[in-house]
Every structure is written in structure tokens, then in C-alpha cells.
């Protein structure tokens, strides 16, 4: 019996021992992943251990270089330091070195917070763009919380600097409450306040189920709950009055414009030096009160060095100014308020029309290069892609591409390749164009790289080609598009033959009618 415990007893020895020699190993390589203030630095080896050990796992991926990224990780880390300890275990992925982890784990942006729950991989909650580590620490709270955690007594509400957002309820457990509280959550940076006190309802003349914008001690705006309202449109509703009707473009107000909801821009570039910008300004104030909840007006300071990129992108140069573009971050086409006056009415005009769909965007273009048609494949721009691209007598092949993609790029040597295949056939012309620097309606090509096909008709069609990026395959679909345009061409013909008949005809009629008067 002795020995049989002293058996037991050395074989528990030496379990323990190898138990403790193999997680060695496992508690140098948490260390060693551990960043300041207890910050995992996640890799794709250690990514599914750590959603395994954490229930709560939140995961800022970031791009070293990224000017947003930086911003984030000030208010990542600030997060960090009062999160210590806490249920949530913070961690960090840095995707220029972890591409392949991003992309298993779908993460586009360079400056993306997610939140992993009880380890599940596949569906994230994403945390909505942090203006300062209380927004972090604010969305977990309220994601953890409930509504109740909003009813607060408004006399300090409604005094506030900032903007804060009431909600007044009948009853506390009604869905428009738990909407309430779901915009609350996507909205961290934004103070909201739940009541039931009557006082504050009747002092503004209203019935319950509304929500109040308060600021500086001033009611802004005021909606009403409706059966069709849905969390998106009061989201909308909030972040748009948390606005001026027309914001000047800066740092601070940078990431406000872009992230949101409403998705059309109105941008007024002009010089805050100039002698007309007051007057400019208030026109420009005045038309975006018309257009509240459906447009965003913008300003942007030309005279500003730190606009410079965006003049850019937008490829406006000072001297310009003052002028009104126009565009969707959905589809990036931008249009052009054709007048040099720049009155109320001119902008309402013209916002309205772009509403509609009646305006034209705008066309801009590189120069025309020197030699552009003596390569195999022809180097267009805005001022030639109509012009070749529509030509009746030939069928076009067009690369529009982006010069910083690496997808583009990609495609080069393919679309050389197709050229040589196709350079003793005198109809097909095989070219590119850079979709960066030469405005083009984006509705035609879709996302870029894209290969667009223009057949030899006199109406101006375009075929997009979304089959596999291989010459034998661009060959079939070119041969197959050009059998159809060749049908389509013979109609086409007739029709045209017809109606210069009719046209003669009816001169020659016309002709007689005068010599007979005569």
C-alpha cells in the first residue's frame, strides 16, 4: 500500500512537472504579445487563442502610417488604461504586417475597432470611429447597459455647451425606447438623456414620444416617433442637426463630414480672405437650410495649407475658388455648379437638379499625352475617351484603372498582352485611362479596375466585362460582342438610311411648296 502511494504520489510529481514545463513555453509567448498597459499585439498565431481565453475581446487594427490610425490608437490607448482589469481584454493588429489575418478576418479599413464575444470569429460588432477614449469607454457601457442608465434630471442637459439629445417617453419599456437607446449606443460622442417629466414636455408645447435636441440652453429641433421611424433615420436626424447647416471643413470636423449617414455633398471651395466670402457664405448657409436631412453642405478654406489634399482630390486650385462641386461618397461622381454666381437661389437650383438627376457631372481631363496612339495600347483621357471610345468604325477596348491600386497594376502585362493579340486587327483599338485624373461617370465602370467594352454602333453603348481576366476569354467575349454590335449595326443602318430619306424627302417637298408660292 506504501508503495503504491508513493507511486501515485511520483507519477502526480512528474505530471505537474511536465504540465508546468509546457506552459512555460505558452506564458513567455503571452508576455511576450503583451503591449504597454496589458495591450495584446496580435498575430495570426496567437489571434484564435486569445478569442478562446477572452470573452470580450476588442481589437483595434491599425496601419502604422495612417494619420486616422493615430488619432485611434491615442484614443485606443487612452481606453486601455481605464480598462485594465475589466471584462474586455484590448488588443491590437497591425494589417500592414498581418494582411493575411486581415483578410481571412475581412477587415478593409485601416483604422478599424471590433469587438470579438465569447470567441466568436465570424460576427463582430464594430465599434463606431472613437473621437477620444471616453467614446470607447462610453459605447461599452452603453452596449452593456440599458435604457434606464439614460434618465437623468435635464436642468444640466438642457444648459449644456454640447449637443444633447432627449428622449421623452409615455413608457419606458415601448420600442421607440429601446431605438432611443440603440442610436445612443452608434452615437458615443453625443450626450442622451431619457425623462418622463411632464414639465419639460409641456414647456415646449409637445406631445410624448419625441426627441429633443438641446443645446447651449436652446431647443434646435424637435422630432416625433413614428411607427415607420427606424434606428437609421433617427441616427440620420441627430448626427445632422449636431451640425451647422454649413460646416467648414477641418480637423476636427474631418471625420464628422465623412462618416456621415448622408451620403450627398455639397462642397463650396472658397477664399475666407476674399471680399465677397461673407456674402458667398450666407447664400451658401442659407440654401443648405432647405436641405437638411438630404444633403450635406460643406465649406472649405482654400487659403488653408492643411486642405491642400483635399483640393486635390477634388482637383480645384485656388484661383478657382469660388466655386461648388457636388458628389455622393457611394459612387465618388462629382458635378459642377455651372455659374460663376453663387447667390441662394443659383445653389438651390442647382442642388435640386442634382437631386433629380437632371445634372450632368463634371468632365475633367489630363492633357492629351504626346504619341497617346502609338503604342499598342492607347493612353486616353477625358478629352479623347468619347471621341475614340464612340467611334462607329471601331470597337474599343478600355482599362480604366487607377495608377495607386495595386489591382491595376496587376492587369498591365494582361492588357499588353491582349494589344499584341489584336494589333493586326485595324477595327479593335485596345486602351486605358486613369480614373483618378480624369472625371469619368463612374455608373458605367463600376468598382476599378474595370474593363469596358464600346462596339462599333453609332448609339453609345457600353458592356462592362465581368468575366475571367484572361486573354483567351477577353478574346471570346470581344469576338461575341462584336458578332452582336455586327447585327445590331445592320438595323442600326437602315434605320439611319430611312430617316435620311424622309429627311430629303421632306426637303425636296419643302422645295417645291417655296417654288410654286414663288
Known amino acids: 500500500m506504501r508503495k503504491l502511494l508513493l507511486l501515485l504520489g511520483l507519477t502526480a510529481f512528474c505530471l505537474c512537472a511536465f504540465v508546468a514545463a509546457d506552459e512555460q513555453p ?17 498575430k495570426k498565431g496567437n489571434f484564435n487563442k486569445a478569442l478562446r481565453k477572452y470573452k470580450q475581446l476588442l481589437v483595434h487594427f491599425y496601419a502604422p502610417l495612417s494619420g486616422e490610425g493615430h488619432r485611434i490608437s491615442a484614443a485606443f490607448e487612452g481606453a486601455a488604461v481605464e480598462l485594465k482589469g475589466s471584462e474586455v481584454k484590448l488588443a491590437v493588429v497591425d494589417v500592414a504586417k498581418e494582411k493575411e489575418l486581415a483578410k481571412e478576418l475581412n477587415v478593409t479599413g485601416f483604422a478599424t475597432i471590433l469587438l470579438y464575444i465569447s470567441g466568436d470569429k465570424l460576427n463582430p460588432v464594430l465599434c463606431p470611429v472613437p473621437q477620444s477614449s471616453a467614446s470607447i469607454l462610453t459605447w461599452l457601457k452603453r452596449r452593456s447597459g440599458s435604457a434606464d442608465d439614460l434618465i437623468a434630471d435635464l436642468s444640466q442637459s438642457e444648459a449644456s455647451e454640447e449637443l444633447t439629445v432627449v428622449g421623452f417617453f409615455k413608457e419606458l419599456n415601448s420600442e421607440y425606447v429601446q431605438m432611443f ?7 458615443p460622442d453625443i450626450n442622451f438623456a431619457v425623462t418622463q417629466n411632464n414639465d419639460v414636455i409641456s414647456k415646449y408645447g409637445l406631445t410624448h414620444d419625441v426627441v429633443l435636441l438641446f443645446k447651449k440652453s436652446k431647443l434646435i429641433q424637435a422630432y416625433k416617433m413614428m411607427p415607420e421611424t427606424s434606428k437609421e433615420m433617427l441616427i440620420v436626424f441627430i448626427t445632422v442637426y449636431q451640425m451647422e447647416p454649413a460646416t467648414e471643413y477641418t480637423g476636427q470636423t474631418s471625420t464628422q463630414i465623412l462618416t456621415s449617414p448622408v451620403l450627398n455633398h455639397a462642397l463650396l471651395f472658397v477664399n475666407t480672405s476674399s471680399a465677397d466670402f461673407k456674402e458667398i457664405h450666407s447664400a451658401f448657409t442659407s440654401a443648405a437650410e432647405a436641405f437638411r436631412l438630404k444633403m450635406l453642405f460643406v465649406w472649405v ?29 457611394t459612387d465618388h461622381v462629382t458635378y459642377h455648379l455651372p455659374s460663376d454666381t453663387l447667390d441662394e437661389q443659383t445653389i438651390k437650383t442647382f442642388c435640386q437638379s442634382y437631386l433629380d438627376g437632371k445634372a450632368k457631372p463634371k468632365m475633367q481631363s489630363e492633357p492629351i499625352p504626346e504619341g497617346w496612339d502609338t503604342q499598342p495600347v492607347k493612353e486616353l483621357v477625358g478629352m479623347t475617351l468619347e471621341k475614340v ?12 484603372y487607377l495608377p495607386y491600386s495595386p489591382e491595376s497594376h496587376a492587369l498591365f502585362p494582361l492588357w499588353e498582352e491582349l494589344a499584341e493579340a489584336l494589333k493586326e486587327r485595324e477595327d479593335v483599338v485596345v486602351a486605358r485611362i486613369d480614373a483618378s485624373a480624369n472625371d469619368i461617370h463612374m455608373s458605367m465602370q463600376g468598382a476599378y479596375p474595370s474593363l469596358c467594352l464600346f462596339p462599333a454602333l453609332h448609339a453609345e453603348r457600353v458592356v462592362v466585362y465581368n468575366g475571367k481576366r484572361r486573354v483567351k476569354d477577353l478574346l471570346k467575349f470581344l469576338d461575341k460582342e462584336m458578332e452582336k454590335a455586327k447585327k445590331d449595326r445592320v438595323k442600326e443602318d437602315e434605320d439611319r438610311r430611312k430617316y435620311i430619306e424622309a429627311a430629303k424627302a421632306e426637303e425636296a417637298k419643302q422645295a417645291n411648296q417655296t417654288k410654286d408660292e414663288l
Do not use: C, H, W
Request: without cysteine.
Open 26 to 42: 505558452n506564458r513567455q509567448a503571452d508576455k511576450s504579445s503583451l503591449k504597454k498597459d496589458g495591450v495584446l499585439q496580435l
Open 181 to 187: 437607446y440603440a442610436a445612443a449606443t452608434d452615437l
Open 301 to 329: 478654406n482654400v487659403d488653408e495649407p492643411r486642405n491642400g489634399r483635399l483640393m486635390e482630390y477634388f482637383r480645384v486650385r485656388e484661383f478657382e475658388a469660388p466655386l461648388i462641386r457636388m458628389v455622393n461618397l
Open 389 to 400: 471610345g464612340f467611334n462607329p468604325d471601331n470597337t474599343v477596348f478600355v482599362m480604366f
